[in-house]
């Protein structure tokens, strides 16, 4: 008994359409890694080379890297029913005034909730000069039909979503997004660790990968069905 090449129409027919698309698409995601890696580079130029109040008047993307200069304001909303490691907590967000440029929320992480709802946790800001760098990120938008009325009296106010139109009952004209500090280390940072919504290019190489990879396997499993045993 040995192994001799049977010819399959149909195998070849399937074989032979889908491995140029799985190669495809891996081409794809390389030339994504590439075109990605390209526009990180220039967020960062951009986040070290231009000043706030030039930043947004720019084309804004949630992700962009950016650094901004100014005080912390009395504003501060506490984004409940955020959780970290199984424990309910809050996200706080607080009105920054930039020396130059318009006010922006500024998200300084989360922390841990008290034992009741009766209480709120004890936020303290600092009052000194300080240079934020984070990335840009949506407003935490309600759900539709949510309730945005914080009713808790004085600061901080807890809140289920600050949409833009909220805080312009503060301060007039906010930036059109806000700034979530890039790690814990930032000047009145909280636990910031969360990963910003960006898709590095090591995510689409990992995708590449994937596709050659199936693309291999299916040129294998072909040769390898297309031999049959036969009797000599």
């Given at each position: ?49 231009t000043p706030w109040a030039e930043v947004v008047t720019g084309e ?123 790690d814990p280390k930032q000047p009145g940072a909280y636990r910031a ?40």
């Open positions: 008994m040995d192994r001799r090449w049977h010819f399959d129409w149909r195998l070849l027919v399937f074989s032979g359409l889908l491995l140029p698309l799985l190669l495809s698409l891996g081409i794809w995601q390389l030339d994504r890694a590439e075109e990605k890696q390209t526009l990180l580079q220039a967020w960062q130029q951009r986040a070290n080379d804004l993307q949630a992700g962009l890297p950016v650094y901004v200069t100014g005080f912390y304001d009395e504003q501060s909303w506490l984004l409940d029913n955020r959780t970290r490691d199984g424990v309910p907590g809050y996200e706080v967000l607080t009105l920054f005034r930039p020396l130059e440029g318009p006010a922006v929320v500024v998200n300084r992480g989360w922390v841990p909730g008290t034992r009741t709802r009766d209480s709120l946790p004890v936020i303290e800001t600092p009052d000194q000069l300080v240079t934020l760098e984070g990335r840009l990120a949506d407003y935490p938008e309600p759900p539709v039909l949510a309730d945005t009325n914080a009713a808790d009296a004085g600061w901080p106010k807890r809140v289920q979503a600050l949409p833009k139109t909220k805080v312009a009952e503060f301060v007039p004209k906010p930036a059109p997004m806000t700034v979530m500090l890039s660790d969360r990963v910003p919504d960006v898709m590095g290019p090591q995510t689409h190489y990992g995708y590449a990968v994937q596709w050659f990879a199936l693309a291999a396997v299916l040129t294998i499993l072909t040769v390898v069905a297309s031999y049959r045993r036969s009797e000599t």
